[in-house]
Every structure is written in C-alpha cells, then in structure tokens.
C-alpha cells in the first residue's frame, strides 16, 4: 500500500477537525470582543440568556459530536464488512482506505433519507438552517463562520453561539433605524436653496465617506424572502429525489443557498435597517417548518407508518440521531430565543 495515497485522506479527516476547531475559537472571540464593548450588563433577560445559551451550545455539542463520531464508527464497520477485510492489516491502512473509498457526506445524507421516517426528523434540519440564515443580517463581524460552522458541527451549536453573539454586541432587535440611516428631514424650497449654494462653494467629500444609503423596510425583506423560499422549495423537494443524481445536487444547493443572506448584506447596502433584524417574521418561520412538517408527514402516511415509527427512526441509525438531535436542540433553542432575544 502506498504511504503518500493514506496522507491525503487522513489529512482531509484531521483538516476537517483543525476547521471544526477554528471556527468554534473564532465564533467565540466574536462574542467576546462584543462583550468587552459593552457598556451596560443589560436586562434580566440579557443575563439570563448570558447562562441558558452557553449551556444550550454546549449540551448541543457533546450530543451531536456523539451521534457524529457513532456514525464514523458505524461507516468504517460497514466498510470494513463490504472490503471482507482481516486483521493482518494495520488500523492506519485500514483507516485510510475506508477515508479513500467512503464518501461520508453521501453517505450520511443517504442515511438519513433512507426512510420516510427518517426523512421527516431530516428535513426539519434545512428549515431551520433557512430561517437562520436571514436572521444572519446583523452587523456582527465574521457572521459566515457561525453559519460554516452550523454545517460543520450543527446548526444548534452554531445558532446558540450566535444568540450569544447577538447578545453581547446589544444589537436585539432595536426600535428605530440606526441613527447613520435614518432619512434626512425635508427641507422647505428656500432652506433647501441655500443648502444647494453651501454645496456649490464647498468640495463634496468622496463617495466613500458619504452614509451608504439603506435600502427600503419594504423592498429589502423582500430578496431574503426570495432566499428563503428557494431554500425551503429546494428542501421539500429532497425526498423525492432520493435515490437519483439530483439528490445531491440538491443537498449541495441548500448549503449554497444559506450564504445567500450573507451576500446579500454585502451587496444591498452596508447598514442593516431595524425591521430587517426581526426577519423572517415568526409566522414565517412557523409556516415554512410547518411546510416541512406536513411534507414529512405525508410521506410517512403513504408508507402505511405512524409518529411512533418516527420516534423510532430517531435512535435507527447514527446519521439520523445526529440530526435528529440538533433539530431537537433547535427547536429548544429557538424557541428561547424567541423569549429571551427577540421579543
């Protein structure tokens, strides 16, 4: 066996950890920094939230990474079964050859979709990573890592340190426009004459130094609600392409398509109007669970099966647990956070 053809994916499975790792640090650092800036302890809910949500994260973390590590242990058996393998060989060259030959993302989405009761724990997962991903529109520093590390660990892990994030940067959902966006007064015809022959007489400072015009309250909302339902149109789809060469096309779109909120901040404007922090709206993000949920259900009906195979199909299989889990914690915690951050 060659050496140099074990490096590459024993390197990959030790990169994907190192990213793991880094991304959690930087998360971290985020909301640290925001809270050294902030200059009250905020209210009772702040600190209340300061407590439930270190604890929601880190209880998300052990469970998931316990589901996640079961199916590594899981794959590399099955593996190991198909290849007949024995034990004349070293544990590395095992390892390596079942990295090589083993595509652990199909692999684990196949799983996960295998079943029609497996499927309905699955698909809550893209709702909830599509409504957090236009809750991203805040001005916080590196916001795609919280996201990349939502599709690297789980989403609930990376959605309390968010929570925690939004926290300590003591940006909930405030009232007004910031102050940088807020419309000028209209002036009357004759201040508004004497303010254009100021104008003429003075040099208009650069284009970057002027306040970035915000985009409407009423025509912003829109292209993140044009996001979320290619997400969510994309995620009702994905069990009826199991099986096919579109299913992980499709998978690969969703994950695409959470950045898509990110980008948008980017390209729209630089400040984020105040209404657009609330975004989706509640009855929105029900709604679109709700389209997920009632997509799982019918499937499970057509199949003849009923919620106690669903609860099941939580502890079936290690892919589906680990998923199974963080829509769990998701729901737990975004429901807090409805509570305790954004009410």
């Not at 002036?187 to 650069?206: C, F, I, N, T, V």
Request: charged residues 15%; aromatic residues 12%; hydrophobic residues 50%.
């Amino acid at each position: 066996m060659d050496i140099r053809s074990n490096a590459r994916p024993i390197a990959l499975l030790a990169g994907y950890i190192a990213l793991a790792a880094t991304l959690t640090v930087t998360c971290i650092r985020t909301i640290q920094k925001g809270v050294a800036k902030r200059t009250s302890a905020g209210t009772g809910r702040h600190l209340l939230g300061f407590t439930v949500f270190p604890l929601l994260a880190a209880l998300s973390l052990a469970v998931t990474w316990y589901h996640l590590f079961h199916f590594l242990e899981w794959s590399y058996a099955a593996w190991k079964g198909r290849r007949l393998l024995r034990p004349s060989n070293t544990a590395n060259i095992y390892v390596a050859q079942w990295l090589r030959e083993t595509a652990l993302f199909k692999q684990a989405w196949a799983s996960a979709f295998e079943t029609p009761e497996r499927a309905w724990w699955s698909l809550q997962i893209f709702g909830f990573c599509a409504n957090w991903s236009v809750m991203l529109a805040r001005k916080i520093p590196h916001l795609w890592s919280f996201m990349l590390l939502g599709q690297v660990i789980s989403i609930s892990f990376a959605a309390n340190l968010f929570f925690l994030a939004v926290l300590a940067h003591d940006i909930v959902a405030p009232a007004a426009f910031p102050q940088s966006v807020q419309p000028k007064e209209k002036l009357s015809d004759a201040e508004d004459s004497e303010d254009d022959e100021d104008d003429e007489g003075e040099p208009k400072p650069k284009s970057r130094s002027q306040p970035h015009k915000a985009l409407s309250p009423t025509v912003a909302p829109f292209w993140y609600q044009i996001a979320l339902g290619l997400s969510i149109g994309c995620a009702v789809s994905v069990p009826d392409k199991f099986g096919t060469p579109a299913f992980t096309r499709i998978l690969l779109a969703i994950h695409v398509l959470a950045y898509a909120p990110l980008l948008l901040n980017k390209v729209l404007r630089r400040e984020v109007p105040a209404p657009l922090l609330r975004q989706p709206a509640l009855y929105l993000r029900i709604a679109n669970l709700g389209a997920l949920l009632a997509v799982g259900t019918m499937k499970v009906q057509a199949e003849g099966g009923d919620f106690a195979l669903v609860l099941e199909a939580l502890h079936e299989h290690p892919a589906v647990s680990r998923l199974g889990w963080d829509v769990v914690f998701c729901w737990v915690s975004f429901g807090v956070w409805q509570v305790l951050g954004d009410a």
